[in-house]
């Protein structure tokens, strides 16, 4: 379980911030956080593993304090935190076998790492895994070469390398179109499902998050302004979500 | 930070559109202009001053210049080894393609480590500029002092060569690989520093391979530039080759039939070597290349 | 699923081999070229002698300063004849450039032409250009110029012809079929696109003519090449030092002006 509690991040600037944001995600859900764009959606994801830290509140994630851990254990926590991006960040020059296999650089030794000397057991596995996001006849082109529903299925597979317990996703479907859109939330929805995993994925299309999410997070300027089922959030409550933003976003 | 004053605007993109468009070009412009008319009359002013300054009284500028058609057509039109022989004349050539070969190798080498330090999304900042400034002091001293400093110091021959040159080398290099490195996008790396990734694998697994074609270009082009180094300056060092040649034909025995064929050998390792480096740099290197 | 786990075992194995085959090659390449040069690769451990060397040998002293006259006036000589030969053969490569390039230039012919004419002028050796320079025009600074023209002219040259062939095609078509002439298409498209790389190329072949112009004024006796010549030969290392120390100011100081002018200039 993840529980996050009065989170509160302020920038330099002063302007996008996240102001005591509490809320819990259990495993075996989607939780979708939802919001108009600048409403704290990306601090709040990348503050769970600290890519950004915060100014105050906690983040508990098995049972530790994620943001009162020191480098190590930091290490050690993030990899079992899958995340994937909007713009994939993966390895265009090397092929979708090697970048899958980059999610289990860190349980290797460094020179096996630099040295790319994968057991049998984990090709097997990232083969698995490539077949499971339904690119096995693409394991061995180079990223580069794939479209962009291709590349963020690439990036699932290499989280789900990492074994991981979570899977944090910014905004994973932006930048793709609505087919690959469909098969990359199925795959999330079906991790969740299947293997039990705690999915929490931002979007901003509302349509979208009423379908696949268990759970919502509505998220407006900084603050939760809707917590509950999905099923539950009423046109009310997503107006209220988007309330002024056109004036608001920047 | 410009669409803050249109922000009641935003309901008619066509009408706040042009307007932004208008007015950012022109007020950059205007500056990029000032500068470029500064820079352009700053030359023209201290050529026009310069030049007069530099007509030698004691040449007669017609007569020195039929001289040098002469001899240019002796070097271009009569090439021929008189001196030596064709074969001395190739060995020093492949000498010099070889210490070419070994100040790039070397250098490319050392640098890659280097230019990790230097590289802004991956080193703090203190050490980027300590490398920075030592690689700029290294790049500010011309490659033939470095060469004659070493000649002293190790003595002449081939060693204070290789070791004057590839100095050169490093620097340059650390400075291009550097601006290779940078150009990672950050959020790449830190996706997958946060999986788990150390250091040393992440080098060899993300950096490597996303600049090895811009490395490669970067360092035929450094190739190029050595070889015009080795036959500039290895006769200083002592290390012969066809630098060697070319100065006692030259400055020893003033024989333009012979220069002309030591020029033709060189052209003719040079020219293949400038297409390929062409070929490479409009492949993967996109801006403009020094 | 089998095969194509026997598929990515060949895959880094290959993967491994053809990485090896490039250390082997290199590693071949670099004994070879070591044996032809008689370089001996122990030499790398005295690196450190040459700095060693400089830092005690080079330091100016009090005796020294004496000698800032003559070297203040030979770095002033130097910087300008540099600057004066990047600025003719800027003008020069410019026009050169115009006619050659694919996109603006009459003709293919004339384009190889000019390619290879640029190319000569770069690759005859510097030392090749100053000793044929110093044998007709003997030992001034006039000869020092016409050596770092006629490099610059070759180098410019090619430069310049492709940045104007990075010049989108289309942008010079639409001002074509409007009814432009030659020139005025070259005016009004041509040279306001390529301005900020051609003001670039000319810093950073001054930058590159300060370097050379050391070498070249060893060889032909003038500037600042001349004076550290003197003084090494004659073993007056305090001055020497001197020298480099005014070379590496004056070289980063047109470094930094000219970032500082590319940063203003960049679109």
Redesign the interface.
């Known amino acids: 379980m993840l529980e996050v509690k009065q989170l509160t991040k302020t920038y330099d600037g002063g302007k996008r911030s996240l102001q005591d944001v509490s809320f819990t995600a259990q495993p075996g859900e989607v939780t979708v956080i939802i919001g108009p764009s600048g409403a704290g959606k990306t601090t709040l994801l990348r503050s769970i593993n600290q890519l950004i830290t915060d100014d105050s509140g906690q983040i508990r994630f098995d049972d530790q304090d994620i943001c009162a851990l020191n480098k190590r254990d930091l290490k050690h926590i993030r990899s079992k935190i899958g995340m994937i991006f909007q713009n994939y960040n993966l390895i265009e020059s090397l092929t979708t076998i090697e970048n899958v296999l980059h999610g289990g650089l860190a349980r290797k030794s460094t020179i096996a790492g630099v040295l790319s000397l994968y057991t049998k057991q984990e090709k097997e596995e990232a083969l698995q895994l490539i077949d499971e996001v339904g690119l096995k006849d693409f394991a061995f082109q180079y990223c580069s070469d794939l479209s962009g529903g291709q590349k963020q299925r690439v990036g699932i597979a290499r989280s789900l390398m990492q074994h991981p317990e979570m899977i944090l996703c910014d905004e994973p479907i932006a930048s793709l179109d609505p087919k690959s859109t469909i098969i990359v939330m199925d795959i999330l929805k079906k991790l969740a499902k299947k293997r039990g995993m705690l999915v929490l994925i931002n979007l901003h299309q509302v349509d979208i998050a009423k379908e696949y999410a268990d759970h919502i997070i509505g998220l407006n300027d900084g603050h939760i302004v809707f917590d509950g089922p999905a099923d539950q959030a009423s046109s009310q409550d997503i107006e209220r979500i988007y309330r002024d933003s056109a004036f608001v976003t920047s | 930070m410009i669409s803050k004053p249109e922000r009641g605007l935003e309901m008619t993109p066509e009408a706040s559109q042009p307007m932004t468009k208008f007015k950012l070009p022109l007020r950059l412009k205007d500056k990029r202009r000032r500068t470029v008319y500064l820079v352009m009359a700053i030359l023209v002013f201290t050529t026009v001053l310069t030049i007069p300054t530099i007509i030698p009284k004691g040449v007669n500028l017609a007569v020195a210049t039929s001289g040098l058609l002469d001899n240019l057509r002796i070097m271009m039109l009569q090439p021929a080894p008189s001196n030596t022989t064709m074969e001395s004349l190739m060995v020093a050539l492949f000498q010099s393609i070889a210490l070419a070969f070994l100040t790039t190798l070397v250098g490319a080498v050392i640098a890659f480590f280097i230019a990790l330090m230097a590289a802004r999304n991956l080193a703090p900042t203190w050490l980027i500029n300590i490398v920075q400034t030592v690689m700029a002091l290294i790049r500010a001293i011309p490659t033939i002092l470095w060469v004659l400093i070493y000649s002293v110091a190790l003595g002449l021959g081939a060693n204070a060569a290789v070791i004057g040159l590839t100095f050169h080398s490093v620097a340059y290099l650390v400075k291009v690989y550097a601006d290779s490195i940078d150009e990672i996008s950050g959020d790449t790396l830190s996706a997958l520093r946060a999986m788990g990734v150390g250091f040393w694998p992440l080098v060899s697994q993300v950096i490597f391979p996303t600049i090895a074609s811009s490395l490669l270009s970067w360092t035929f082009i450094r190739f190029e530039i050595n070889f015009a180094n080795a036959v500039a300056v290895g006769a200083a060092a002592g290390a012969g080759g066809i630098s060697y040649q070319l100065f006692m034909a030259s400055g020893f025995y003033f024989d333009f039939h012979e220069v002309g064929m030591i020029v033709y050998l060189i052209l003719a390792f040079t020219i293949p070597l400038e297409i390929i480096s062409y070929k490479l740099r409009s492949r993967y290197i996109k801006r403009a290349t020094k | 699923?089998k095969n194509?786990?026997m598929?990515?075992?060949k895959?880094?194995m290959r993967?491994?081999l053809n990485l090896s085959i490039v250390i082997g090659l290199?590693i071949v390449?670099?004994v070879?070229?070591?044996l032809?040069?008689?370089?001996?690769s122990a030499?790398?451990l005295?690196?450190d002698?040459?700095i060693?060397?400089?830092a005690k040998n080079?330091v100016p002293n009090s005796h020294s300063i004496q000698y800032w006259g003559i070297i203040l006036q030979a770095l002033l000589r130097t910087l300008?004849?540099s600057?004066?030969a990047?600025?003719?053969a800027?003008v020069l490569a410019l026009g050169l450039a115009l006619a050659g390039a694919k996109t603006t230039g009459p003709s293919q012919t004339l384009s190889w032409l000019i390619r290879g004419f640029a190319?000569?002028m770069r690759?005859?050796?510097?030392?090749?250009w100053a000793?044929?320079?110093l044998?007709?025009?003997?030992q001034?600074?006039?000869t020092g110029?016409l050596a770092l023209l006629f490099l610059s002219i070759g180098f410019l040259t090619r430069?310049f012809m492709?940045?104007i062939e990075?010049v989108d095609v289309e942008k010079i078509q639409a001002l074509e079929v409007t009814g432009a002439n030659y020139l005025q298409v070259i005016s009004q498209a041509v040279i306001p696109e390529i301005?900020?790389?051609l003001?670039?190329?000319?810093?950073?072949m001054i930058e590159n003519n300060l370097?050379?112009a050391?070498?070249v004024g060893?060889?032909t006796g003038t500037g600042i090449?001349f004076v550290?010549d003197l003084y090494?030969k004659s073993l007056r290392y305090g001055p020497a030092g001197l020298v480099?120390l005014a070379?590496?100011v004056l070289?980063?100081g047109v470094?930094l002006v000219s970032n500082q002018?590319e940063r203003?200039?960049a679109?």
């Open positions: 699923m194509q786990v598929d990515s075992s895959f880094f993967k491994r290199m390449l670099y070879g070229a070591s032809i040069l008689n370089f001996n030499a790398f005295y690196v002698r040459g060693i060397w400089l080079f300008i004849v600057v004066a990047t600025t003719v800027g190319s000569i690759n005859i050796p510097i030392v090749g000793m044929l320079l044998f007709s025009f003997k001034n600074d006039f110029f430069a492709e940045t990075a301005t900020t790389p003001v670039s190329w000319l810093l950073y370097r050379d050391t070498l060893l060889l090449g550290f090494f480099v070379i590496i070289v980063i470094e002018v203003r200039i679109i």
